[in-house]
């Protein structure tokens, strides 16, 4: 038998199974075409580093992803988890959302004995500068490496670890799109080298559950010169929680402050983020009173600010009319 550990991938689809007619077309593809044991094939040298089994678990162009889907996904990653000889998790996704996801399964896994780590490409399988290759056979060997156990979930691309918590896309087309804004990668990984740099930020408490059923959250966003239309709407159709891609250090319009504190004292949960792109937002100093009504979201953007208020209010309804505790929750994670 061999001694290779055993790492599971897990397909969802995305641009590093993508295709395009062109070969010197690295923007123009469909997605999701490739099945995942075609893309194990090309790349052998994955047989000199570990054991792998794969399974299709979708095949999306991630701007499509779905609370269905990310339901299946993380189950099938905490089945994986808990199966005894199991080393490593590898999820293969798109760039669009794959930060979004990310998020979703830092909260909803526990990697203490088995690393999970996502991957992706920025250019289509047939490319003639693909990177899914050599991506996928690094995030193979971040996630057998010992040293990635306990360390949360893991981005691999372009030879840099990001922690799940902090990676982003930002950049539209470039190979070295994903960054972590604030904290900076954990570390890289050349060939055979894994190397760590600093440790991640860990989330506090047992792993959250994915919920059956998810609140409705949507994000706005402050400008010049916004109506408050959007939000009149949104709380008229039930919504629960609302994420404020604010300016600068979330910033708020007057006229958004005034619906938005509406909505808050009807028990919709407002949280305060930044569409800058980088930075902490700090507790509110908004002239305006009304605004201390909402929570800030820290340093996360306004897309994985929104994956966390949807799952603490599926955990504790009770949060949406409780801003000091959603504080308090943000202020852990």
């Known amino acids: 038998m061999s001694l290779l550990p055993r790492v599971i991938v897990l397909a969802t689809g995305g641009t590093i199974a993508g295709t395009s007619s062109s070969a010197a077309s690295s923007t123009r593809y469909q997605a999701g075409t490739v099945p995942i044991d075609a893309l194990l094939d090309a790349v052998p040298v994955l047989k000199q580093v570990a054991r792998i089994e794969a ?39 798109g760039t669009d959302t794959l930060e979004e996801t990310a998020m979703l399964l830092h909260l909803a896994c526990d990697t203490a004995r088995v690393p999970v780590v996502l991957t992706a490409a920025m250019r289509p399988a047939t490319s003639l500068s693909a990177d899914g290759a050599l991506n996928l056979l690094d995030a193979v060997r971040v996630a057998r490496h010992p040293e990635s156990m306990g360390k ?3 981005v691999v691309l372009n030879q840099v670890i990001h922690a799940g918590r902090d990676a982003v896309k930002a950049h539209t ?3 070295n799109a994903f960054v972590s804004p604030l904290a900076g990668p954990l570390g890289i990984v050349q060939d055979e080298l894994v ?7 860990a989330l506090p408490g047992a792993p959250w559950a994915v919920p059956a059923a998810w609140p409705a959250v949507e994000i706005v966003a402050s400008y010049a010169g916004p109506g408050r239309v959007m939000v009149d709407a949104l709380v008229a159709a039930g919504v629960r929680g609302l994420v404020v891609a604010a300016a600068g250090n979330g910033s708020i319009h007057e006229t958004l402050v005034a619906a938005l504190a509406d909505a808050a004292r009807a028990g919709v949960a407002v ?18 009173p009304q605004a201390g009504l909402f929570a800030s979201a820290g340093d996360l953007n306004p897309y994985k600010a929104r994956v966390v208020l949807a799952m603490a209010l599926a955990r504790d309804p009770a949060l949406a009319s409780d801003p000091s505790g959603l504080q308090r929750l943000f202020a852990e994670i």
């Open 152 to 154: 949360g979930v893991l």
């Open 173 to 175: 087309s470039a190979v």
């Open 195 to 201: 190397r760590y740099l600093r440790a991640p930020v």
């Open 55 to 93: 399974e299709q678990v979708a095949q999306v162009d991630s701007k499509d992803m779905s609370f269905a889907l990310w339901a299946t996904l993380a189950a099938r990653v905490l089945y994986w988890s808990a199966q005894p000889d199991v080393a490593g998790i590898v999820v293969t996704h």
């Open 271 to 288: 949280l305060r983020s930044s569409r800058t792109g980088q930075g902490h937002v700090t507790l509110c100093r908004h002239p305006d």
